[in-house]
C-alpha cells in the first residue's frame, strides 16, 4: 500500500513539477505533451541523483516502455472502467518505481525516497483514490 502512495505520488509530483517549471507548453492532453516531452520532464526530476551515462540510458529505456504502456492502456480503455484502469496504471506503476530503485545505488535510493516523501507532503492527500492509514473511521 505505501508503495502505491509513494507511485501515485511520484507521478502526481512529476506532472506538478512539470507544470511548475511551465512543462509542455504545446502540450498533447492531460500528459502534458508529446512522449518526449514528458520522457524530457521525467528524467529531469532525476537530475539530483547524479545518475551515470549506463544509469540513464536504462532509465531512459524503462521510462519509454512505461510511456508506450500508458498509452496504449490509455486508448484501449476509452469510455471503459476508469477505476480497473486506474488499477492496472498503479501496478504497472508500482513494478516501474521497483526496476527504477533496482538500477539505483545506495546513496541514490536514499535521495530518491527523499524526493518522493518531500512530494508526497507537498501533495497533502492529493494524487490517489486511497488514503493513507487514520481516515474517517466510518466503515
Same mark, same amino acid.
Do not use: H, W
Given at each position: ?6 507511485v501515485i ?38 537530475e539530483p ?15 519509454? /516502455?512505461?510511456? *508506450?504502456?500508458?498509452?496504449? %492502456?490509455?486508448?484501449? #480503455? &476509452?469510455?471503459?472502467?476508469?477505476? $480497473? @484502469? +486506474? ?7 508500482? /513494478?516501474?518505481? *521497483?526496476?527504477?530503485?533496482? %538500477?539505483?545505488?545506495? #546513496? &541514490?535510493?536514499?535521495?530518491?525516497? $527523499? @524526493? +518522493? ?23
Amino acid at each position: 500500500m505505501k508503495k502505491v502512495l509513494m507511485v501515485i505520488a511520484l507521478l502526481t509530483g512529476v506532472v506538478s513539477f512539470s507544470k511548475a517549471q511551465g512543462g509542455g507548453a504545446q502540450g498533447g492532453g492531460r500528459m502534458g505533451g508529446t512522449p518526449e516531452e514528458r520522457l524530457q520532464r521525467s528524467m529531469a526530476q532525476l537530475e539530483p541523483l547524479k545518475l551515470t551515462d549506463d544509469q540513464k540510458a536504462k532509465v531512459t529505456a524503462l521510462y519509454v /516502455a512505461q510511456g *508506450k504502456s500508458a498509452d496504449s %492502456l490509455m486508448k484501449a #480503455n &476509452q469510455g471503459g472502467d476508469r477505476q $480497473a @484502469m +486506474m488499477s492496472k496504471f498503479m501496478e504497472m506503476r508500482a /513494478a516501474n518505481d *521497483k526496476k527504477l530503485m533496482d %538500477l539505483l545505488n545506495d #546513496n &541514490q535510493k536514499k535521495q530518491y525516497t $527523499a @524526493m +518522493m516523501e518531500a512530494r508526497r507532503n507537498r501533495q497533502g492527500g492529493q494524487g490517489g483514490g486511497q488514503r493513507p492509514q487514520g481516515g474517517g473511521g466510518n466503515n
